[in-house]
T-cell receptor, first 118, second 112 residues
Framework: GAVVSQHPSWVICKSGTSVKIECRSL??????MFWYRQFPKQSLMLMAT?????????EQGVEKDKFLINHASLTLSTLTVTSAHPEDSSFYIC??????????????FGPGTRLTVL | GENVEQHPSTLSVQEGDSAVIKCTYS??????FPWYKQELGKRPQLIID?????GEKKDQRIAVTLNKTAKHFSLHITETQPEDSAVYFC???????????FGIGTKLQVIP
C-alpha cells in the first residue's frame, strides 16, 4: 500500500516551453502533497506544500508564478514548470501523506521526474 | 524554521560492521523523525521512523534512538551488508500534515 506515481519519469524540453509533471496517490487519498527538487548528490529541497482545494504554500525563494501547482483532487497534484530554462533542469520528486484525518505524518515518495531543459 | 544537521556526510564500513548516523534538530515542537534510504536515481524509501513519545525503536538490523532533551536522534545499522549502500536522510517534522525538513544526507558505502 501507499504507492505514489509520477509522470513522466523523464522529460527533455526546449528552453522557453512549459512542462507539466503529475503526481498521483494510487491506493490512498491525500489532502497534502509536497513537491521537492533534488540536485545531484544533494538533499531534497522542499519547493511547496500542495493542499487539495486550496492554494499551494511555497517555500521562500521559490517563484510561484514559475512553478504552478494544482491539487485538484485527493489523488492528483500537478507541477507545471513555466518558461523552463536550463537552470530548471533537475530531479523533481513529489510525496503524499495518506489520509484526510489522523496523525498525518508519514510521507511516501513518487519515483521522481528527471527534467532536462536544452 | 526547523534546521536539521546530519553527520557524517560519507561513511565507509566493512561488511558486517555497524554504521551510525547522527542528526540534530532545532525546533522543539518537532515530534516525528523519519529516516529515508535513497538509492541512486530512485525515490527515497522510508526505513524507520520514531515519534517523540518513544526513546528507541528497532526493526531487525535497524534501530533509531531519540533524545528530545538534547534534540538529537541517531540511526544504527548492525551487521551491514553491501545492499545497505545508499544515501540515508534523517528528517524532522511537527507531524499533522506539516512539512518535513531533511538533513543533507549520508552516503553509506559497505565494503564487501
Amino acid at each position: 500500500g501507499a504507492v505514489v506515481s509520477q509522470h513522466p519519469s523523464w522529460v527533455i524540453c526546449k528552453s522557453g516551453t512549459s512542462v507539466k509533471i503529475e503526481c498521483r496517490s494510487l491506493d490512498f487519498q491525500a489532502t497534502t502533497m509536497f513537491w521537492y527538487r533534488q540536485f545531484p548528490k544533494q538533499s531534497l529541497m522542499l519547493m511547496a506544500t500542495s493542499n487539495e482545494g486550496s492554494k499551494a504554500t511555497y517555500e521562500q525563494g521559490v517563484e510561484k508564478d514559475k512553478f504552478l501547482i494544482n491539487h485538484a483532487s485527493l489523488t492528483l497534484s500537478t507541477l507545471t514548470v513555466t518558461s523552463a530554462h536550463p537552470e530548471d533542469s533537475s530531479f523533481y520528486i513529489c510525496s503524499a501523506i495518506p489520509g484526510t484525518s489522523g496523525v498525518g505524518d508519514t510521507q511516501y515518495f513518487g519515483p521522481g521526474t528527471r527534467l532536462t531543459v536544452l | 524554521g526547523e534546521n536539521v544537521e546530519q553527520h557524517p556526510s560519507t561513511l565507509s564500513v566493512q561488511e558486517g560492521d555497524s554504521a551510525v548516523i547522527k542528526c540534530t534538530y532545532s525546533d522543539s515542537a518537532s515530534n516525528y523523525f523519519p529516516w529515508y534510504k535513497q538509492e541512486l536515481g530512485k525515490r527515497p524509501q522510508l526505513i524507520i521512523d520514531i515519534r517523540s513519545n518513544v526513546g528507541e525503536k528497532k526493526d531487525q538490523r535497524i534501530a533509531v534512538t531519540l533524545n528530545k532533551t538534547a534534540k538529537h536522534f541517531s540511526l544504527h545499522i548492525t551487521e551491514t551488508q553491501p545492499e545497505d549502500s545508499a544515501v540515508y536522510f534523517c528528517a524532522a517534522s511537527r507531524g499533522g500534515y506539516q512539512k518535513v525538513t531533511f538533513g543533507i544526507g549520508t552516503k553509506l558505502q559497505v565494503i564487501p
